[in-house]
């Protein structure tokens, strides 16, 4: 009978010890699944704050590009006019200098 007893005794002892662990193991599953919640929310946090820093980027690269190009854009501009100044002078100049000499050969015939 005592043997009996005894293995009634290692029975609940191995019952008790499975829902001790089986306890543990529920809590750290909720730990677990907690954590991961916690980490899914800070990643999307993460991702929206990125997304948000990238267009930021995004706009800043783009006005620096648009202001280059107006820049750019600009000297071109100013080259084109000092370009068809000097040229105007000059056909102006040869022109001038073309009725001087007709004048100039012409009043001597």
Known sequence: MESQEEYVKSLKQ???AEERVQV???????????ELQNLQVTTEAAVKEAEKEGERMEEMETERARQRAQAEAQ???????????????K????????????????DRL
């Open 91 to 106: 056909r102006v100049d040869a022109k001038n200098l073309r009725i001087i000499i007709e004048e100039v050969l012409l």
């Open 24 to 34: 543990e193991i529920d809590a750290r599953r909720k730990a677990v699944q907690e």
């Open 14 to 16: 191995i019952k008790e």
């Open 75 to 89: 000297k071109i501009l100013e080259d084109s006019k000092a370009k068809a100044a000097t040229i105007s002078a």
